[in-house]
Nanobody, 127 residues
């Protein structure tokens, strides 16, 4: 089992940047596909980005492509989400998630694919 703790959220003006971190417990972090999701008030949880176990393969939602970058440091048991050129519509609670299965493009965007979730960190972008 793995426990996930997100950090790095906050209030930022449109056009600004934030970097989210997700620290994982345990010694098997490198065996998990990792993902970031977000949920705005009154909306369903939506996929943001995913990264394979080695970090070689990444996958993004169209809405964040070119602005957000997912990365991981397996030595530090941490996955990151660098968010640039933030927009008010990026306002949401951001969650990281871990999937015990290898990365598959067909399923990486599905919340049901993931086995473990963090508690989330709030990101608010003002206009």
């Amino acid at each position: 089992q793995v426990q996930l703790v997100e950090s790095g959220g906050g209030l930022v003006q449109a056009g600004g940047s934030l970097r989210l971190s997700c620290a994982a417990s345990g010694r098997t972090f490198s065996s998990y596909t990792m993902g970031w999701f977000r949920q705005a008030p009154g909306k369903e949880r939506e996929f943001v980005a995913a990264i394979s176990r080695s970090g070689v393969i990444t996958h993004y939602a169209d809405s964040v492509k070119g602005r957000f970058t997912i990365s991981r440091d397996n030595a530090k048991n941490t996955v990151y989400l660098q968010m640039n050129n933030l927009k008010p519509e990026d306002t949401a609670v951001y969650y990281c998630a871990a999937d015990r299965a290898p990365f598959l493009a067909d399923t990486a965007a599905a919340p049901t694919q993931y086995d473990y979730w963090g508690q989330g960190t709030q990101v608010t972008v003002s206009s």
